[in-house]
């Protein structure tokens, strides 16, 4: 565990750097349509200011790709932040430079200021030491509460807690950090995982991480062909990755070793068109038909995966296990968000993660109290999984360490 703004002890009137994930999707009227994440940020925030700290947020926003773009500002961000935090935020037009420093002169204690979109600058993304340098100039204390984009060694996130210090978690990185690092060390038995999603490539760290610390692995979703297939059937139309079919073996034969149970598919439900028109049949994962395509799990499936769910003291869940986007094949991820869910209220300890398991919860309208953590990280919480480092985070103080 990292140290965090709970251990830094008086901070009235010190000039606090946040860096925030604050990535919120807008339509094209620039209308923010899920602010989720400002809303993740605001404990931290809050926090400060009750403290009298003067707070100044950094965060990004879209891909600008190191340049001013006008429709990436973070004007929309700091109106609903505003709004939120009940309290005017200083939106500033840069992120660096005399006005910013005059700006931010001015700030008062328990006051809150939000820099321009901080990928505006390819520094940022370069992790530019002089650009973090200038960063950390402007402030006294370094946070950062952006779990989303801990995974990235970028100046906001990793650069600027090198060159300033203290340099502490957020309120939020350490929630995530807690929840996903409490399963991964010490689970309670039995530990299910369920990974879904379209392939194989994108998950195999998750997937190899996970067979030594479970006791059951649920594979879903568009891997299952794969896996299908290196056990010598058919998949039809399926999507599968012939190239992938010995890291499939491995596995198998990895969990097999560890006396790790491995749910594969027993019912597949097949169609002839990725439509919501499409003809759809429930057929065994060993006779796929050659003309159609495997799209969601069958109602066995469902049914095996409910009652594994139902006996486990504590769930990951990461992807979808069908192509939920289209009504027609979301039925087997519904079944599995609810079986979570019950689980959940059963006492098992529930962890989402990954941005289509999330959105996927958000179209059934389960509300995320049905689960004891739902990560606002996609690709971070796929890393921190997988046992990768998170520079980020690595950069950050440890409790002993502190006030160096
Ligand atoms: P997450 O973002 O939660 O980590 P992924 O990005 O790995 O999840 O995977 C989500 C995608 O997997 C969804 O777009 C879904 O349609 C797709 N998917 C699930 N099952 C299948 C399948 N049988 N065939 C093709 N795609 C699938
Ligand atoms: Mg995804």
């Known amino acids: 565990m990292k140290k965090t703004i709970k251990d830094l002890g008086d901070i009235q009137g010190k000039r606090v750097l946040v860096r925030e994930d604050l990535n919120v999707p807008l339509n094209d009227s620039q209308e923010i349509t899920d602010d989720t994440r400002i809303r993740a940020a ?10 009298g700290a003067k707070v100044i947020v950094m965060a990004h926003l879209g891909r600008p790709k190191g340049q001013f773009k006008d429709e990436l500002r973070l004007n929309p961000v700091a109106e609903r932040l505003s709004k939120l935090l009940d309290s005017q935020v200083i939106k500033l ?61 970028h100046a906001s996130t990793e650069g600027v807690a090198k060159q300033l210090s203290p340099a502490v978690s957020g309120l939020l990185m350490e929630k995530e950090l807690k929840a996903l690092g409490g399963i991964l060390e010490d689970p309670q038995r039995p530990f299910v995982a369920v990974v879904g999603g379209s392939k194989v490539s994108t998950k195999i760290g998750v997937l190899e991480s996970l ?131 019950a689980a959940t209220e059963q006492g098992a300890s529930s962890v989402l993660g990954g941005g289509d398991t999330v959105a996927a919860i958000e179209k059934f309208g389960i509300s995320p109290e049905a689960y004891t953590h739902i990560s606002t990280g996609g690709g971070a919480s796929l890393e921190f999984i997988e046992g990768k480092v998170l520079p980020g985070v690595a950069a950050l103080d440890e409790p002993e360490t502190a006030n160096k």
């Open 42 to 51: 605001l404990p931290t925030i809050n926090f400060l200011r009750e403290k």
């Open 211 to 341: 067979v030594n610390k479970v006791d059951t692995l649920v594979l879903g979703g568009g891997m299952t062909y794969t896996f299908l297939k290196a056990q010598g059937y058919e998949v039809g139309k399926s999507i599968c990755e012939t190239d992938k079919l010995d890291v499939a073996k491995d596995l198998m034969k990895k969990a097999e070793e560890k006396n790790v149970q491995l749910l594969i598919s027993e019912d597949v439900l097949v169609a002839d068109d990725f439509s919501q028109e499409a003809n759809t049949k429930v057929v065994s994962a060993k006779e796929i038909p050659a003309d159609m395509e495997g799209i969601d799990i069958g109602l066995k499936t469902r049914e095996t995966i409910k009652n594994t769910l139902m006996n486990a003291k504590t769930i990951l869940w990461n992807g979808p296990v069908g192509v939920f986007e289209i009504n027609k094949f979301a039925e087997g991820t519904k079944a599995v968000a609810e079986a979570v869910a």
């Open 93 to 153: 037009d840069d992120c660096v430079g005399d006005e910013v420093k005059s700006r931010l002169e001015e700030l008062k204690d328990g006051e809150v200021a939000l820099l321009e979109n901080i990928r505006f600058y390819k520094q940022e993304t370069d992790n530019d030491a002089d650009f973090a340098k200038q960063l950390s100039e402007m402030a006294d204390i370094y946070v950062n509460d952006a779990f989303g984009a801990a995974h990235r060694a």
